[in-house]
């Protein structure tokens, strides 16, 4: 874990503090409701649906039980027993009172938290791998960088007022785990021929209205030289990013009209004016940085652990292991995925018992921290082999040892409608019904790996341009119908190398955006929809080795399609459209 300094600690309860007082004359009317947005906006705080809404930063995922602890007590206290990762690595609470958010606030302030720019049009939360330190395949550790990005970003009186909300991706291994081909920049660490260590910059990827892959604008900036680049890239997007139409607001747009050469030519004229200047890192500077975290002691030379005895034993643990369970870079170790995907539970929730119960195996069995991922679920990143056994029997005993990381029912599912104001359709009660479809675990594992997202809008927060599925809610004359998509991707897979020899090559790390597959559908035939999609690939697929994503690639839409657009469901809702 990250630990406050003094000036850190002092930020927050300042921002505290001013946060009161401006709540406090927004309430007595002394501030109107166009002086309070920004306001409360850069302080985590949007009104939604039926409540307030208050988003919660997790510095790039990263959270001690203290803190999850603290977020149960936010729970059962002000709000309604419960929280909701999302895909940014935040916690969103969904039903507090205006009047005690500044309350929240300062509890969140005694365990080095806060809402701080997790809204408004600024540089939100940076992310990163959710395996972040112990993976195996890691160049470097990206928590750092992060950490330096945070402090350079973090109320920077240049960037409080963009034109949109700006997010950064961090990915510090060779295979990218953080989606950085669909932020507005991603990072990805890399080495040159001489072994110094740089990164690869893309810019101008994102999802919502108009799905864009970020151009790879700089293949090697050098790693001192990290955060004047990144300032250069926003002081054009600054001067340049549209204001008067916030649809266009976005780099995506300005980096795609621009065209990504020029871009990247203003970018360079900006940066000769900032390199070696007083951003430029120093050894000494990340290290000090990196000094405040606080880190695992590993026990060295632990032996492998075979666990086929008890994965033979047990087939309930067998399935745990298989897609729950992950390698670590240090031998005896491994990470372990807590899945939030149980079916009828909303994805991504978690109960202010369940907050508590994590917080005790943290401290048990992971050295008190865990990580938060993008497909909203917790990670224990260093449980000894020895114990997973006892900590899946702990977790199972809680309905928390849902065995379905990388498959279908491991959905991504905004709020949707139930809860967003800008939603089309509701997106959880669609989860839910293809989670109990495929409720079958022989038959899930027969399926393999399979990513499937679901957004309530054409915002993406549910991420559905890049599942390997994707599905959005969209309005017809006020009623709710789902748009199907087919062959996204966050990053190209494990051990598939990027060709970088194109400077301005579309797709960090190898991502891509889904394709529409044709007309929508309604909530009733898309658990059809996603069962037919899922037989055309089992009869399409050269081997069980093949995955969903490989085959979509392969043979294109078309043999999907005519399946799809064949079937009984869809001949009911063409007739009643008159198609």
Same mark, same amino acid.
């Given at each position: 874990?990250?630990?406050?300094?003094?000036?850190?600690?002092?930020?927050?309860?300042?921002?505290?503090?001013?946060?009161?007082?401006?709540?406090?004359?927004?309430?007595?009317?002394?501030?109107?409701?166009?002086?309070?947005?920004?306001?409360?906006?850069?302080?985590?705080?949007?009104?939604?649906?039926?409540?307030?809404?208050?988003?919660?930063?997790?510095?790039?995922?990263?959270?001690?039980?203290?803190?999850?602890?603290?977020?149960?007590?936010?729970?059962?206290?002000?709000?309604?027993?419960?929280?909701?990762?999302?895909?940014?690595?935040?916690?969103?609470?969904?039903?507090?009172?205006?009047?005690?958010?500044?309350?929240?606030?300062?509890?969140?302030?005694?365990?080095?938290?806060?809402?701080?720019?997790?809204?408004?049009?600024?540089?939100?939360?940076?992310?990163?791998?959710?395996?972040?330190?112990?993976?195996?395949?890691?160049?470097?550790?990206?928590?750092?960088?992060?950490?330096?990005?945070?402090?350079?970003?973090?109320?920077?009186?240049?960037?409080?007022?963009?034109?949109?909300?700006?997010?950064?991706?961090?990915?510090?291994?060779?295979?990218?785990?953080?989606?950085?081909?669909?932020?507005?920049?991603?990072?990805?660490?890399?080495?040159?021929?001489?072994?110094?260590?740089?990164?690869? /910059?893309?810019?101008?990827?994102?999802? $919502?209205?108009?799905? +864009?892959?970020? @151009? #790879?604008?700089?293949?090697? =900036? &050098?790693?001192?030289?990290?955060?004047?680049?990144?300032?250069?890239?926003?002081?054009?997007?600054?001067?340049?990013?549209?204001?008067?139409?916030?649809?266009?607001?976005?780099?995506?747009?300005?980096?795609?009209?621009?065209?990504?050469?020029?871009?990247?030519?203003?970018?360079?004229?900006?940066?000769?004016?900032?390199?070696?200047?007083?951003?430029?890192?120093?050894?000494?500077?990340?290290?000090?940085?990196?000094?405040?975290?606080?880190?695992?002691?590993?026990?060295?030379?632990?032996?492998?652990?075979?666990?086929?005895?008890?994965?033979?034993?047990?087939?309930?643990?067998?399935?745990?292991?298989?897609?729950? /369970?992950?390698?670590?870079?240090?031998? $005896?170790?491994?990470? +372990?995925?807590? @899945? #939030?995907?149980?079916?009828? =539970? &909303?994805?991504?929730?978690?109960?202010?018992?369940?907050?508590?119960?994590?917080?005790?195996?943290?401290?048990?069995?992971?050295?008190?921290?865990?990580?938060?991922?993008?497909?909203?679920?917790?990670?224990?990143?260093?449980?000894?082999?020895?114990?997973?056994?006892?900590?899946?029997?702990?977790?199972?005993?809680?309905?928390?040892?849902?065995?379905?990381?990388?498959?279908?029912?491991?959905?991504?599912?905004?709020?949707?409608?139930?809860?967003?104001?800008?939603?089309?359709?509701?997106?959880?009660?669609?989860?839910?019904?293809?989670?109990?479809?495929?409720?079958?675990?022989?038959?899930?594992?027969?399926?393999?790996?399979?990513?499937?997202?679901?957004? $309530?809008?054409?915002?993406?927060?549910?991420?559905?341009?890049?599942?390997?599925?994707?599905?959005?809610?969209?309005?017809?004359?006020?009623?709710?119908?789902?748009?199907?998509?087919?062959?996204?991707?966050?990053?190209?897979?494990?051990?598939?190398?990027?060709?970088?020899?194109?400077?301005?090559?579309?797709?960090?790390?190898?991502?891509?955006?889904?394709?529409?597959?044709?007309?929508?559908?309604?909530?009733?035939?898309?658990?059809?929809?996603?069962?037919?999609?899922?037989?055309?690939?089992?009869?399409?697929?050269?081997?069980?080795?093949?995955?969903?994503?490989?085959?979509?690639?392969?043979?294109?839409?078309?043999?999907?399609?005519?399946?799809?657009?064949?079937?009984?469901?869809?001949?009911?809702?063409?007739?009643?459209?008159?198609?």
């Amino acid at each position: 874990m990250y630990n406050y300094t003094l000036a850190d600690q002092a930020l927050v309860d300042q921002r505290v503090a001013q946060f009161r007082d401006q709540t406090r004359r927004f309430l007595s009317g002394e501030l109107s409701d166009d002086d309070f947005r920004p306001l409360r906006l850069q302080n985590g705080l949007y009104i939604q649906r039926h409540a307030p809404m208050l988003r919660v930063a997790i510095p790039y995922g990263l959270l001690a039980s203290r803190q999850l602890r603290t977020f149960a007590t936010i729970a059962r206290r002000w709000d309604r027993g419960y929280g909701h990762f999302s895909t940014r690595q935040n916690i969103q609470f969904n039903w507090p009172e205006l009047k005690d958010v500044p309350d929240i606030l300062a509890e969140l302030a005694k365990v080095q938290m806060h809402a701080i720019q997790t809204s408004g049009n600024c540089i939100r939360n940076t992310t990163t791998d959710h395996f972040a330190g112990v993976a195996p395949d890691e160049l470097v550790d990206p928590l750092v960088w992060c950490e330096v990005i945070r402090q350079w970003s973090t109320l920077h009186p240049e960037f409080a007022f963009l034109p949109r909300k700006f997010k950064i991706a961090v990915s510090g291994a060779t295979h990218d785990r953080a989606a950085v081909g669909v932020h507005d920049i991603g990072l990805q660490a890399v080495h040159n021929d001489a072994g110094e260590l740089g990164f690869r /910059v893309w810019i101008g990827g994102g999802l $919502g209205r108009t799905p +864009v892959l970020g @151009s #790879l604008i700089n293949p090697f =900036v &050098p790693w001192q030289h990290l955060l004047s680049y990144l300032e250069a890239a926003l002081r054009v997007y600054n001067l340049h990013g549209r204001r008067d139409n916030k649809y266009k607001a976005r780099i995506k747009i300005l980096v795609r009209e621009l065209k990504p050469e020029v871009y990247a030519d203003q970018v360079a004229a900006e940066w000769a004016h900032l390199r070696d200047g007083p951003t430029t890192l120093t050894q000494a500077h990340l290290d000090e940085i990196a000094g405040r975290f606080s880190r695992t002691v590993y026990e060295q030379g632990l032996p492998e652990v075979d666990l086929s005895a008890q994965t033979g034993a047990d087939p309930r643990f067998a399935r745990w292991v298989r897609t729950c /369970v992950h390698p670590h870079r240090v031998t $005896g170790y491994n990470a +372990v995925t807590v @899945s #939030l995907k149980a079916t009828g =539970v &909303p994805p991504g929730d978690i109960t202010a018992d369940q907050m508590d119960l994590v917080a005790d195996l943290a401290d048990q069995y992971s050295h008190g921290e865990m990580r938060i991922s993008h497909e909203q679920n917790i990670v224990f990143a260093d449980v000894k082999r020895d114990t997973l056994h006892a900590l899946w029997q702990a977790l199972d005993a809680q309905g928390l040892a849902t065995p379905n990381i990388g498959m279908l029912t491991n959905i991504i599912c905004c709020p949707g409608g139930d809860f967003c104001a800008l939603a089309n359709a509701v997106a959880i009660p669609v989860a839910e019904a293809i989670q109990r479809r495929f409720d079958n675990l022989d038959y899930l594992y027969d399926v393999g790996e399979l990513d499937l997202n679901i957004s $309530g809008c054409i915002n993406s927060c549910g991420h559905h341009h890049v599942g390997h599925i994707g599905i959005l809610g969209v309005d017809k004359a006020g009623e709710e119908w789902y748009q199907v998509t087919l062959g996204g991707r966050q990053s190209a897979g494990p051990g598939k190398a990027f060709d970088a020899s194109d400077v301005f090559a579309k797709g960090g790390g190898g991502a891509a955006i889904g394709k529409i597959i044709g007309r929508s559908f309604s909530r009733e035939q898309v658990p059809d929809v996603v069962e037919q999609l899922v037989k055309t690939y089992l009869t399409v697929r050269d081997s069980d080795a093949e995955r969903f994503i490989d085959v979509v690639e392969r043979v294109g839409l078309d043999p999907f399609k005519a399946d799809v657009y064949g079937d009984a469901p869809t001949r009911r809702r063409e007739e009643a459209e008159n198609v």
